[in-house]
């Protein structure tokens, strides 16, 4: 025992900590104050702002509130005493800034001072207080340096969300999200039913996270989703089912990808995409005007999967940005075509980046893609095996405007398709001429980075406003990726959405045996702004189909099958045809609030490698653990 302890144990016993003074008013409420002339003692709670000392007995003292939004000037003077103790006027100036009090006094009329207020707090300014007594509910220590242009590590997130006031502000957004969403299914007839965290591992497509159980060689899994058990609510006679859920993912992070995420998880039973998508339509429209005062369209539009790699370069596009994807190849020399790609007979797409008057001219332009495809975020594009992009500056002082290499025929067209101007930019980039598979394609991902770019440089307009659509039509399968754990199959294919998503048509039932590559999921995507928000689809609900499509087609292995076996027996059981959806909830707060990264929106993020800076996790198991868990590290 340390020979402090006895001091530290009777200074806490005596402390405010222990015998905390209650609260009369909240400081964020003035509407409950009562009125100066009823000269009625009040007591707040909060932390001390800054100090003015106008002399040796008379200061003035901004105490800020709770949740740091509104403050309120302290008028103490040297006849503010306390029993005859100590007087409360020294007692504050001994006090720090930021040290958290109980403050009493009598509030006053005050005159109206300048308007100079900061824009993140709110200051009282009809009234102050004049203090009678204060205390100190825990010390400030010096050795913290918090200015208002002081940057905190991660290391120390509680310091970057105390005195951070857009990160708490970020986080009561999402709290009132939550909130809304919850109460607008419960108008709708939805339960919130809560779902296990501790499951078992199953061939879903992401890898699992494992959690060791004393029993050796058995262990639970977290959830990639709660998407089984939802299924399984539906063939348990639930007919609407909700829950903000977390969910955990050991994928490659980035900036809108943590490795535990919160989603609102919704099923319907008897029911099919449509009825789904109908409700989360009126259900974010709401969301939208509730939040943000912002009139989203109704119906969202919606775009096939195919026209949307087609046209944008991308199965997520943002709409607003423009920039539509055209195929030129038919009107190409072919000496042109040699010298922008190797590859033998391939789809040569344009996309035209509009700067006309924005810029100085051609001069400009040609300047800004030097630039960018000599720096760090233009190297992928140079060295894409395919070859390439071809870039060309719309010029009118030069032989046919500057595109003179694509040939009379290509040069009209594109003067015409895009009412070129002077400084346009015009980029040409060759493909595979094979069905699209995948997010994006080469052509789409320089839409967005040269997009991104220009708007940097100030050479155009930032996109503003929402647009949301739908994805639908997405391919059931898709060639089984090397990077990222499959369901597991030996057919070289996996479930583009998962294992448990339906064929959309007869039609594409009758291609399951010939020709599954071009089968049509029944499965949606919820786009806003670029933005991935969730995707959905209406489930298979018969246990032989389910089967069917897990035996033959993704050709999982028995094993892998017992491991469904749960749910094929709820499907067996009579279950009802169903549908859902999951909306990251990360990310659609993330969007609504215009921030980059969805770690601006939760308390605790994880770093780019999967680590809590503050708390040091994850850890390094001990000898001890490893034995309890039947355990043992591999070299």
């Known amino acids: 025992m340390s020979p402090w302890t006895p001091v530290i144990l009777s200074a806490f016993v005596h402390s405010p900590l222990v015998e905390l003074p209650k609260p009369t008013h909240e400081l964020n409420d003035s509407s409950t104050w009562p009125k100066p002339q009823k000269k009625q003692h009040v007591v ?77 707090i709110q200051k009282v300014k009809h009234v102050e207080l004049d203090l009678i007594d204060i205390k100190a509910l825990n010390k400030f220590p010096p050795d913290i340096i918090a200015k208002p242009d002081t940057q905190f590590p991660p290391e120390q997130r509680h310091l970057q969300l105390r005195f951070g006031n857009s990160l708490r502000k970020a986080l009561e957004f999402r709290s009132r999200v939550g909130l809304f969403l919850r109460n607008e299914l419960n108008e709708v007839g939805f339960s919130e039913i809560e779902t296990p965290l ?13 959690v060791p159980t004393r029993r050796k060689g ?22 609407k089912y909700f829950q903000i859920a977390k969910c955990f993912r050991d994928e490659d992070l980035r900036a809108d990808r943590q490795p535990e995420f919160t989603q609102l998880d919704l099923e319907i039973a008897f029911a099919g995409s449509e009825e789904v998508m109908d409700i989360i339509e009126r259900v974010v429209r709401a969301l939208w005007a509730n939040m943000m005062s912002v009139k989203l369209p109704l119906p969202f539009p919606r775009l096939k999967y195919q026209d949307a790699m087609f046209k944008y370069g991308s199965d997520k596009p943002d709409t607003r940005l423009g920039m539509l994807i055209s195929k030129v190849d038919y009107l190409l020399p072919g000496d042109l075509i040699c010298k922008i790609t190797p590859l033998q007979a391939p789809i040569v797409e344009m996309i035209a980046l509009r700067f006309g008057a924005s810029t100085t001219g051609p001069v400009a332009t040609r300047k800004f893609i030097e630039e960018f495809l000599e720096s760090p975020e233009g190297a992928p594009f140079t060295q894409n095996t395919d070859g390439a992009p071809g ?14 290499a694509l040939g009379f025929e290509a040069a009209e067209y594109i003067e015409d398709a895009v009412s070129a101007e002077d400084g346009d930019l015009i980029v040409l980039q060759a493909r ?18 040269l997009h991104a770019a220009a708007v940097r440089e100030g050479l155009i ?16 399968f898709s060639p089984a990726s090397k990077n990222e754990s499959s369901q597991g199959g030996n057919a070289g294919l996996e479930s583009t959405h998962h294992p448990f998503t339906s064929p959309k048509t007869p039609d594409d039932i009758d291609l399951l045996l010939a020709e599954p590559q071009r089968v049509i999921g029944d499965h949606y995507d919820l786009v806003i702004n670029g933005v991935e928000l969730g995707g959905g689809s209406r489930r298979i609900h018969n246990a032989e189909m389910q089967q069917f499509v897990m035996r033959d087609i993704l050709q999982m292995s028995p094993e892998r099958l017992s491991s469904f076996s749960h749910l094929f027996e709820v499907l067996r059981a009579g279950c009802p045809p169903h549908a859902g959806i999951a909306l990251g909830l990360d990310r659609l707060v993330a969007l609504m609030l215009g921030k980059d990264s969805v770690r601006d929106v939760i308390a605790f993020p994880k770093s780019g490698k999967g680590e809590d800076p503050m708390v040091k996790s994850p850890s390094l198991l001990n000898k001890e653990t490893l034995e309890v868990y039947h355990l043992q590290l591999r070299e």
């Open 44 to 120: 707040f709670h909060g932390y001390l702002g800054t100090c003015a000392n106008l002399s040796k007995k008379l200061s003035f003292i901004q105490l800020l509130s709770k949740d740091g939004s509104h403050s309120l000037q302290i008028v103490s003077s040297a006849n503010s005493v306390d029993n005859g103790k100590e007087s409360a006027h020294e007692k504050i100036k001994n006090l720090s800034e930021h040290t958290p009090v109980a403050v009493r006094g009598l509030l006053r009329e005050r005159k109206q001072p300048p308007q100079n207020d900061s824009q993140s």
């Open 198 to 210: 501790l499951f078992k591992s199953t061939p879903e497509g992401a890898r699992e996270f494992i």
């Open 218 to 239: 058995q262990a639970y899994a977290l959830p990639q989703s709660p998407q089984q058990f939802k299924q399984i609510l539906m063939g348990s006679g639930v007919s």
């Open 391 to 404: 870039v060309f500056v719309y010029d009118s002082s030069k032989p046919l405007q500057g595109l003179q």
């Open 432 to 449: 595979q001429n094979t069905r699209f598979a995948g997010g994006s394609t080469a052509i789409g991902d320089l839409r967005l980075a």
């Open 461 to 476: 307009a930032p996109p503003t406003g929402f647009e949301p659509l739908w994805i639908t039509d997405f391919p059931l």
